[in-house]
């Protein structure tokens, strides 16, 4: 028997709460370091950091016990690290704690997660909106003539960053029609969105995915996906806020709201 929309929503929900809470999931990021050209110490880590032709280096002894995720043996000696942006990239461990390192716009940088983060041990959920399909509707993708463009916006960490922009998708959301400004992520199509619950009833913004459109252009935004970014779970991530023209007016009572915690309920 196929599964219903309401089905398919339940366990995708189910998905997520078991991906956020993972061991070295978002909740478990408790730093990201960014590197100088210059060797400094990290705090609660070993050895020396820094940045240098586009490789996270390190000065480590082998009797500090980092070493590559699949790698056999302890680290020794002067390192390089591949970042995330490498089809290569490479995964440090030392004990626990999952070391990667991460390149954002030329700059260097080494994330640390740690299983035994407070987030992780006191996360108790993600609030979700019930579903209600009248959230889920069809939608129309135009390409930019110009091809993609990059817009500068605010990050969670307070610097303004460009962010990729492919086109525009047009919907009919309570019989008045809305755009938002999307990008390409392989075949999907994603967006950074707000709306009139962000920043009281949900998180200041959301996320959005949508299916591969067709060849001309028709695909399906389903709001009841709307999910919360990174730096919800984690004050440590960057994450772009929405680009102009991407707060809706409209209230959104669908989707993922707000992390629970044990404090808060």
């Known amino acids: ?17 078991a991906s956020v809470s993972a061991p070295h999931g978002p909740l478990a990021l408790t730093g990201t370091h960014w590197l100088e050209p210059e060797p400094a110490e990290i705090p609660g880590l070993p050895g020396r950091w820094w940045a240098e032709d586009g490789h996270v280096r390190l000065s480590i002894s082998a009797a500090d016990g980092i070493r590559l995720e699949h790698g056999d043996g302890a680290l020794d000696g002067e390192v390089a690290l591949r970042p995330d942006t490498d089809p290569k990239a490479d995964l440090a461990v030392l004990d626990q704690l999952r070391l990667v390192p991460i390149e954002r716009e030329g ?12 987030a992780r041990s006191s ?5 979700v909106f019930p579903y209600a399909g009248e959230w889920a509707v069809p939608a129309v993708f135009t390409a930019f003539e110009s091809g993609e463009q990059a817009v500068l916006v ?3 960490d307070g610097r303004e960053r460009p962010l990729e922009i492919t086109g525009k ?25 707000a709306d009139a619950t962000s920043g009281h009833e949900t998180y ?20 009841n996906r709307a999910y919360l970014p990174p730096c919800a779970f984690a004050d440590h991530f960057v994450c772009p806020f929405p680009p102009p023209g991407n707060r809706l007016t409209v209230a959104v009572e669908a989707g993922e709201r707000h992390v629970i915690t044990a404090e808060t309920g």
């Open 1 to 17: 028997m196929t599964a219903t929309a309401a089905e398919e929503w339940k366990h995708w929900t189910e998905a997520r709460t």
């Open 107 to 118: 700059e260097l940088a080494l994330r640390v997660f740690d299983p035994d983060s407070h």
């Open 123 to 127: 996360f108790a959920g993600i609030s």
């Open 154 to 156: 605010p990050n969670a």
């Open 169 to 193: 998708i047009a919907f009919t959301l309570a019989g008045e029609p809305h755009s938002l400004t999307v990008s390409r992520s392989g075949n999907r199509l994603t967006g950074v969105i």
């Open 204 to 223: 200041r913004f959301r996320f959005i995915t949508l299916p591969a459109p067709d060849a001309d252009g028709h695909t399906v935004l389903d709001l």
